[in-house]
């Protein structure tokens, strides 16, 4: 069956399982095959650019197969980082074993973590939405999910919206300014939506205070269960993870700004205002992450029936391969800033 091709993401958790189990060079297999095998392939397989009829998106939408090989992520995650950190706990790594091992976890984090939430964080069913929560959690980023749906969405490739990469900005840069700008934005928005509706500070309706106590208390517990060193390790892997995020966030819209029209407000956010790529493996180890205009365009849309727009701006490489070219700056800079429309450009 071809929708079961996007299990290939669940290579990632295996690749981290093995570098586990094997040690020496091998705790450092998950970023080789993330960033260096499947970009070379990228490079290799031919673009697909085809999008569903209407008939076969009906059947993909109703299929729930494609809901279960999100669901299968959980367990996954979760199991692989807990065996990880008893593992740690019981075991003498060498401090090169523990540098990649910490970017192997947080890589699956990051992927099969994060993105898989962030893709659950917008289905309309509230059981749906909870499980995308639990997977922002292990990265101690679940305030991603406020400021995601209600801030992002709504101030994509604008300056108001630090989830939005500035032209010349360095990924490294934008780490920065994202990060902590958009646990500050959360913050605005939780207030607001809780003066809308005339509750306190210490509502229970206070989402953000319940992620800081679900945090805290995955962190005690890692570090009742596992002791100190591991809690660390776990530190390190969350951040590996919401950094990860923060890259793919970086190219999603590097450079890219909506008009603002005559009565001050900006122009709806279109295809144009997302970057878009069509390198098959990407597609499927992200769950569709890729065609992120037609994400943007309808956030509603299931990850299966996402569509490619011919006048979306279209990235030269795959989503893994544009990550590890935007940690060189120049190059990164000399390659796309020449893709982005003259009219988005600042003056």
Not at 38 to 65: A, H, M, Q, S, Y
Not at 96 to 117: D, K, P, Q, R
Request: charged share 15%; with cysteine.
């Amino acid at each position: 069956m071809k929708e079961l091709k996007y299990l290939a993401a669940l290579t990632l958790p295996l690749s981290a399982l093995i570098g586990i189990n094997l040690g020496g060079v091998w705790s450092y297999f998950t970023p080789v095959y993330g960033f260096v095998l499947i970009p070379i392939l990228e490079i290799i397989l031919p673009l697909d650019t085809r999008n569903f009829d209407k008939e076969t998106k009906d059947k993909r939408i109703l299929n729930t197969l494609f809901d279960w090989m999100l669901y299968a992520n959980l367990p996954i995650v979760y199991g692989l980082l807990f065996y990880f950190l008893w593992s740690f706990s019981q075991t003498t790594y060498a401090p090169y074993e523990i540098a990649g091992l910490i970017l192997s976890i947080g890589i699956v984090l990051g992927t099969n973590g994060i993105n898989v939430g962030h893709e659950l964080g917008h289905r309309l069913k509230s059981n749906d939405r909870f499980l995308g929560k639990l997977l922002l959690l292990p990265s101690l980023y679940m305030h991603f999910y406020i400021e995601h749906n209600f801030g992002h969405h709504l101030h994509a490739a604008t300056k108001e919206d630090p989830a939005t990469a500035r032209y010349n900005q360095s990924v490294y840069s934008f780490w920065i300014t994202s990060v902590s700008g958009q646990l500050v934005k959360s913050w605005k928005i939780q207030l607001k939506l809780l003066d809308s509706e005339k509750r306190s500070f210490f509502s229970i309706k206070n989402d953000m205070f319940w992620y800081i106590i679900l945090q805290l208390a995955y962190l005690i517990l890692v570090l009742i269960l596992f002791g100190l060193p591991t809690l660390l390790f776990a530190i390190g892997a969350a951040t590996v993870g919401f950094l990860l995020l923060e890259t793919v966030n970086y190219i999603e819209h590097y450079g890219l700004l909506r008009q603002k029209m005559p009565s001050g407000r900006y122009e709806r956010v279109k295809e144009i205002h997302s970057w878009n790529s069509n390198h098959v493996l990407g597609r499927i180890m992200l769950y569709e992450l890729t065609r992120h205009s037609d994400h943007h365009y309808i956030s509603s849309k299931k990850y299966q029936v996402l569509d490619c727009h011919e006048d979306s701006p279209q990235m030269p490489f795959g989503y893994p391969t544009s990550m590890v070219l935007s940690l060189l700056p120049p190059l990164w800079f000399k390659i796309m800033n020449k893709r982005i429309p003259n009219t988005m450009k600042p003056a």
